[in-house]
């Protein structure tokens, strides 16, 4: 079975699990892009497009995301995007450390059947919880994406050497425009990395 079945049957399996946030939803968002890559987006939570259309980054934040990627290179097609959460929060608030504790698992199957060379964490959720091995208790509360964006760390996740890239979540973009220079850094940061032969 190819990866992109074995995501399939996990998706399907995900669907029918019992997960906080779930009855409140309208839609399961999984995952989107090419499941036979080294890149994987990993964002916080869908919001209220992505909830009603089942697919991650597919507001104005997908957009600012398709664009940004774009610029350097890059499209869906070359990255696979997840979130943190599988199901919309209501109001977009922020989730909590049980729902964190809850869908993360999902979020590991993913990556256990992807097997990326390459994590950008988008925003301070997906970053807290990959610099904190996926042990959601460690997670360094005061950790700010402003003091790490765009910085790349080697590390062990969980028995896989991957490279790290923490970058500013694309919704952020939305409201700071003063970020879209720092992102434009950054994401030449991810294609210079990912350009590389022998990434590790």
């Known amino acids: 079975m190819d990866k992109s079945e074995l995501l399939k049957k996990v998706e399907e399996e995900c669907r029918m699990a019992e997960l906080p946030l779930k009855e409140g939803a309208t839609k399961l968002v999984f995952g989107k892009g090419n499941a036979n890559v080294d890149i994987l987006f990993v964002g916080e939570a869908p919001g209220r497009n992505e909830d009603l259309q089942g ?4 507001g104005v934040a997908g957009k600012n995301l398709d664009k940004l990627l774009k610029e350097v290179g890059l499209s869906i097609d070359d990255v696979y995007v997840a979130n943190i959460l599988k199901y919309r929060p209501p109001e977009n608030r922020n ?3 049980d729902e964190i504790k809850l869908h993360t698992p999902w979020l590991l199957k993913q990556i256990e059947v992807i097997k990326p060379k390459v994590i950008c964490s988008l925003g301070n959720y997906a970053t807290r919880f990959f610099l904190a091995n ?4 460690e997670m ?3 950790l700010g994406i402003t003091n790490v964006h765009g910085k790349v760390k080697h590390m062990d996740f969980l028995g896989s050497k991957i490279k790290l890239i923490p970058l500013f979540h694309p919704a952020a973009i939305i409201y700071n425009r003063k970020l879209i220079n720092e992102w434009n850094k950054d994401m ?3 294609k210079n990395e990912i350009e590389q ?3 590790f």
């Open 188 to 190: 030449t940061i991810v």
């Open 55 to 58: 697919f991650p980054f597919v």
């Open 95 to 97: 989730p909590s450390s």
């Open 140 to 142: 360094d509360k005061q």
């Open 134 to 137: 996926g042990e959601v208790d």
């Open 197 to 199: 032969k022998g990434l």
